[in-house]
């Protein structure tokens, strides 16, 4: 019996102990398990401010060849210029020559003959040499010779004074035409030591990309992945579309038939009496079930400030190619061009663009390029909000919109703002748009059509 007292104690401080341990375990658990959470969700963000860090480089390396690009196009202008301002340096100097060779002559010519009529230069000379004539008919001509020489002399000295005046005229266009040359020459040096800081940046930028390969490869498979979806879905509500106009055009077409043959069946006497009505202007069909529906809480009000076209238009959107509005207003520069082609510093990576890049100032909004059409508002992963514009047989795709000024159905004027791009905050406020022109599914070179 005591040994068995004496055991309970034991047991006792083992329940307790063991109860203790669970109790211990379990809160190790615990705290490893919220440890791990942690770590996943600082994984989670390490990954995704790697990819946002990813995309700001892809960005501002694009940005950076659009710059570099216009800074060669720049110095080949500015050379073109100088190899023109060179043409006409040689041009006026040669037209200098000629004038010294010129005035070189008529001066020596002019001097000659003073020195010939100094003896008469007197009026008492000039007397004694027509009165010292051997006959009345000489003197005649001795008098008209003093005569024609005053003329040629008077004529010679105003030669002589637009020749000097000429000289002078030229001597200032070469000036004018050094200055211009000494300030293209530095606009020159200017655009070449920009171009090189430019080429250095994006030196850099590609070194960093090729530092994170294969983050970098997830990233552009993402974009091209969210690329695709886009156009999957811009061909989707085309050919939805095309589908409602062909169905209502049947239906129209099958109602003109059927109002024919009634008209045919019935008396002559019937169709005189009544009065055909105007048939009503058939109402599109909408399908309900095919239709995403409008991001209501980001419709804006347009801004009051948005600049008046600078041209107006005649004809259709198709004879209008080439010098339709551009897509945004203000400052801009293209850093995606159309089609299918190699990176140009990422050769492993090719690029497939069913449209142009414009990258905007923060802000800016979207225009209509022509009159047209509302078709399609829509929201799109990776693109924010898409607006699709009816042009006839042609569209106008603006894509990356944060406000919309418009709505499904709105009838569009020329250079009317159609949203706000989209200012990226993890990027500096970098504001890019994304354009394309189609006639219908068949997807067009926008640079082709906008000026």
Same mark, same amino acid.
């Given at each position: 019996?005591?040994?068995?007292?004496?055991?309970?104690?034991?047991?006792?401080?083992?329940?307790?102990?063991?109860?203790?341990?669970?109790?211990?375990?379990?809160?190790?658990?615990?705290?490893?398990?919220?440890?791990?959470?942690?770590?996943?969700?600082?994984?989670?963000?390490?990954?995704?401010?790697?990819?946002?860090?990813?995309?700001?480089?892809?960005?501002?390396?694009?940005?950076?060849?659009?710059? +570099?690009?216009?800074?060669?196009?720049?110095? !080949?202008? *500015?050379? =073109?210029? %100088?190899?023109?301002?060179? /043409? $006409?340096?040689?041009?006026?100097?040669?037209?200098?020559?000629?004038?010294?060779?010129?005035?070189?002559?008529?001066?020596?010519?002019?001097?000659?003959?003073?020195?010939?009529?100094?003896?008469?230069?007197?009026?008492?000379?000039?007397?004694?040499?027509?009165?010292?004539?051997?006959?009345?008919?000489?003197?005649?001509?001795?008098?008209?010779?003093?005569?024609?020489?005053?003329?040629?002399?008077?004529?010679?000295?105003?030669?002589?004074?637009?020749?000097?005046?000429?000289?002078?005229?030229?001597?200032?266009?070469?000036?004018?035409?050094?200055?211009?040359?000494?300030?293209?020459?530095?606009?020159?040096?200017?655009?070449?030591?920009?171009?090189?800081?430019?080429?250095?940046?994006?030196?850099?930028? +590609?070194?960093?990309?090729?530092?994170?390969? !294969?983050? *970098?490869? =997830?990233? %552009?498979?993402?974009?091209? /992945? $969210?690329?695709?979806?886009?156009?999957?879905?811009?061909?989707?509500?085309?050919?939805?579309?095309?589908?409602?106009?062909?169905?209502?055009?049947?239906?129209?077409?099958?109602?003109?038939?059927?109002?024919?043959?009634?008209?045919?069946?019935?008396?002559?006497?019937?169709?005189?009496?009544?009065?055909?009505?105007?048939?009503?202007?058939?109402?599109?069909?909408?399908?309900?079930?095919?239709?995403?529906?409008?991001?209501?809480?980001?419709?804006?009000?347009?801004?009051?400030?948005?600049?008046?076209?600078?041209?107006?238009?005649?004809?259709?959107?198709?004879?209008?190619?080439?010098?339709?509005?551009?897509?945004?207003?203000?400052?801009?520069?293209?850093?995606?061009?159309?089609?299918?082609?190699?990176?140009?510093?990422?050769?492993?990576?090719?690029?497939?663009?069913?449209?142009?890049?414009?990258?905007?100032?923060?802000?800016?909004?979207?225009?209509?390029?022509?009159?047209?059409?509302?078709?399609?508002?829509?929201?799109?992963?990776?693109?924010?909000?898409?607006?699709?514009?009816?042009?006839?047989?042609?569209?106008?795709?603006?894509?990356?919109?944060?406000?919309?000024?418009?709505?499904?159905?709105?009838?569009?004027?020329?250079?009317?703002?159609?949203?706000?791009?989209?200012?990226?905050?993890?990027?500096?406020?970098?504001?890019?748009?994304?354009?394309?022109?189609?006639?219908?599914?068949?997807?067009?070179?926008?640079?082709?059509?906008?000026?």
């Amino acid at each position: 019996m005591k040994q068995w007292l004496t055991t309970i104690p034991i047991i006792f401080f083992i329940a307790i102990a063991s109860t203790a341990m669970a109790q211990s375990s379990m809160t190790d658990v615990r705290q490893q398990k919220k440890e791990k959470q942690e770590e996943i969700k600082r994984t989670s963000s390490k990954i995704d401010n790697n990819k946002k860090e990813i995309t700001r480089q892809l960005n501002s390396l694009r940005s950076i060849e659009a710059d +570099i690009t216009s800074q060669q196009a720049l110095i !080949k202008s *500015l050379n =073109a210029q %100088l190899d023109s301002i060179n /043409r $006409q340096v040689n041009i006026v100097n040669d037209s200098i020559a000629a004038i010294n060779g010129k005035l070189s002559t008529l001066r020596s010519s002019y001097a000659s003959a003073v020195r010939k009529m100094h003896s008469h230069s007197s009026s008492f000379d000039r007397l004694m040499f027509i009165f010292s004539s051997g006959s009345f008919h000489e003197a005649y001509r001795r008098m008209r010779y003093l005569k024609q020489f005053q003329k040629w002399r008077k004529r010679n000295a105003e030669r002589i004074e637009e020749q000097l005046q000429l000289l002078e005229t030229e001597k200032q266009s070469l000036n004018e035409l050094k200055k211009q040359k000494t300030t293209n020459l530095t606009a020159q040096q200017r655009a070449k030591l920009d171009l090189e800081g430019q080429k250095k940046k994006q030196n850099n930028t +590609i070194a960093q990309l090729r530092k994170q390969d !294969k983050q *970098l490869r =997830a990233t %552009l498979a993402e974009q091209q /992945r $969210q690329a695709d979806a886009l156009d999957r879905e811009l061909d989707r509500l085309i050919a939805e579309e095309q589908r409602r106009q062909a169905e209502e055009e049947a239906r129209r077409a099958a109602e003109e038939r059927a109002r024919a043959e009634a008209a045919a069946k019935k008396p002559e006497t019937e169709k005189s009496e009544k009065v055909p009505q105007k048939d009503k202007e058939p109402q599109p069909v909408r399908d309900k079930g095919t239709e995403k529906p409008e991001p209501a809480d980001i419709v804006g009000k347009a801004p009051d400030n948005m600049p008046k076209p600078e041209r107006t238009f005649s004809g259709s959107f198709e004879s209008n190619k080439g010098r339709l509005l551009f897509p945004v207003t203000g400052k801009y520069k293209i850093i995606g061009t159309f089609g299918q082609h190699r990176h140009p510093d990422l050769k492993y990576v090719k690029v497939n663009n069913n449209g142009i890049d414009i990258e905007a100032q923060a802000g800016a909004s979207a225009r209509a390029i022509f009159d047209g059409k509302v078709s399609a508002v829509f929201p799109q992963d990776g693109y924010h909000t898409v607006v699709m514009v009816r042009h006839g047989k042609y569209l106008s795709i603006y894509v990356n919109l944060s406000e919309i000024y418009v709505r499904k159905g709105d009838s569009l004027k020329a250079g009317q703002a159609i949203g706000k791009i989209y200012s990226d905050p993890d990027d500096g406020g970098r504001t890019i748009l994304h354009f394309e022109v189609r006639k219908e599914r068949e997807k067009l070179d926008p640079q082709q059509w906008v000026k």
